[in-house]
């Protein structure tokens, strides 16, 4: 608390200036925002400075002393001036692998059509006049198409095994069927645990607390390792799955609480005025309930799927290859093996774009709650 | 329903209903805790049977054994001669001291960032909004590798970088002058923690006799006297030195001060950097929260901007800041299991090797959610104590 008061500065919110604005051009604006007392003049200087110290060794390093082609593994070139420039050649030698990993080359289209198809499923369930009962089943038919491409063995699609699934389609799949999975397991849990019923209430509160108590890792070693111990002889589940196990169950607690925050803004009167209608448990809550509780904490919700999303790059600790592994598998190559921070903020960018929708996604559902 | 229903009829269908509910509530519990029990008996069998074919022991024998397990990066004294729990204890002190130092300079970095993103200077705030976004849109196990693989990629310890005279920062981690502890300086530190707590009790009373008869009084020089002069008349008695261990470049390696080692760092700045701009919504949300006529009320009163936050502003938007910082405090604790990526050896990354080494997964995942819920209990109990402290009280 003293660091603000003593603060030279002191930015308050209350200093914040809104007529200001528009008022004499860009000198104006420059004089209100930038230099409107001799505090704030001092700390604009300061980080123009800094700002400008800084992007002048990024552009010096990123472009102009960047190397971004070699001829064929020859990084000779791109060691030279290591910490100079940055090689970005690693990236169009190395895409392939960081985006499918280990998926047959020449097959590559398949998985590249499964995220396109990924990505155009997200878009339709983010707009809000498509959501009804008929999204549910363009769910269900996308995911079986997607499972279909993505193992083939039909329609002249050469079978590939799940052992050879990598990168960015690997990582949607965890953050998508954990969340889709997940997010029923959620909904329900979040009304045992405001059951009346106490055997059911307190197994509810057991699973979300124990589950939330724990790091994801442990959760992610159970499943790779304590799994196959409790599984009868000859019941082999496959390592993806047994992680896609463990995200559903880590889903489905995080998402059971927010859910639970949605029931508890529900008002009572709903429950009196269902119950008065005579509806049964199930209905009162499907139909009266749970659609009021959902929309209260939706962009909740959508943060904790950024959240979640982000998580998925956990399995690399299980060596499970999704994007975050392949791209640090693709620098073990020795010929690019410096060459890690090109690969890292190439990564990076993917998982920013991702995130960064969501993230103003969920504000613009905030903003459209506010004013209504 | 009519008048001419007869009224015991009607008592009795309800009287059956309510029961018929009673009944139905039981007979759901019975069978769902039921089925949980069959399946955890049946995961146990096939535990127990699989444990016996492969030949694996139960119990927690084996944290009496010998560890053989180097840890390079122990606080406590430690060989790989020590047993099993000895390591354990080591790993538990290497969580605690990535979470405890994290959580307070992600504290204050997040506290600093909230604050910056609401000042009136245009470039400041932008500056804190795209350092909020960036960090909280990336996945923390990217940055952690990505620092991570930054240390590695700076100057060997000869060629050592020194922003600050004392300060290296090589390949081989950072380097800080410290000061050596020895018996006094451990008496000058309870001396100036107890001027602390009689300074916080003296701090009360002054308090109380000011909301008595109104006298505002000054705390500051009894505070100054018992923290700081107090600690040096014994340090002075005493005659403790605290001369500074400064480092110094022999050969590959440094000698004397504080090593931070590239894992514990690499560590530690993900965190902290991750954390704060989580922290740093958090406080701007909380100072947004209170109410724009609070300010101007201090303000009509004469009240100087800085005492208005401290006392008008801040304590308001601490009730709305403190449960969410909670969670963040714990996910910092959670998210320092990562430690095992870049092959800092906390309590899961000590609890993975004894794994593999002795193959009693499921004790060794036992022993790493005791130890995480009770830090996670820990932190809950004192945040919300201190919640209650700060709530409202309504008069």
Known sequence: MTSIADAPENPLPVGRSRSRRGRGGVIGWLRANLFSSIPSTVISLLL?????????????????NAIWSVPDNQTGACRAIR??????????????FILFGTYPFDQQWRPAVATLTFVALFFVSSRRNWWRKELVLVWGAALVAIG????????????VSQDRWGGLPVTLMLATFGLAVGFPLGIVVALGRRSKLPAIRSLCVLYVELIRGVPLISLLFMASVMFPLFMPDGVN???????????????GAYLAEVIRGGLQAVPRGQHEAADALGLSYWKKNGLIILPQAIRHVIPPLVNTFIAFFKDTSLVLIIGIFDLLTTAKTAIIDPAWQSFSVEVYLFVGLIYF????????????LEAQAGST | MTASTPEPARRKRLRISLSHERLAGLFWQIVVVGIAIALVAWLWSNAAHNLSVRRISTGFAFLGREAGM???????????????????????????????????????????????????NWLLSRLAAVYVEMLRNLPLLLQLLFWYVLMQGLPAARAAWMPIDGVFLSNRGLILPSIPIGEGNLWVMGAAAAGLIASYLLNRRLIAQQLRDGQPRRIWPYGLALVVGWPALVSWGLGVSWTI?????????????????????????????????FIAEIVRSGIQAVHRGQWDAAMALGLRRSFALRHIVMPQALRVIIPPMTSQYLNLTKNSSLAVAVGYQDIVSIANTTLNQTGQAIEAIALIMLVFLTISLGISLFMNWYNARIALVER
């Open chain 2, 245 to 277: 261990a400064m480092p110094e470049l022999r050969g590959f390696n440094s000698v004397g001060g504080l090593t931070l080692t590239p894992e514990y760092f690499a560590l530690l700045v993900a965190l902290v950097t991750y954390t704060s701009a």
């Open chain 1, 148 to 159: 279909l491409l993505m193992w083939g063995g039909v329609f002249g699609l050469p079978f």
């Open chain 1, 353 to 364: 774009a991702f995130c960064f929708a969501m993230s103003r996604y969920s504000r613009r």
């Open chain 2, 70 to 120: 180097p840890i390079a990066d122990a606080l406590l004294a430690y060989s790989p001669k020590n047993t099993y729990l000895r390591a354990f204890i080591v790993g538990v002190v290497n969580t605690l001291r990535v979470a405890v130092i994290g959580i307070l300079l992600a504290t204050v970095l997040g506290t600093l960032i909230g604050i910056a993103r609401l000042s009136s």
């Open chain 1, 237 to 251: 589940i496959d390592k993806l799955l047994r992680a896609q196990i463990a995200f559903v169950l880590y889903a």
């Open chain 1, 48 to 64: 123009i400075f800094l700002l400008a110290k800084a992007c002048v060794s990024l552009l010096q390093w990123g472009f102009w």
């Open chain 1, 83 to 96: 910490g100079l420039g940055a090689c970005w050649a690693v990236i169009p030698e190395k895409f392939r």
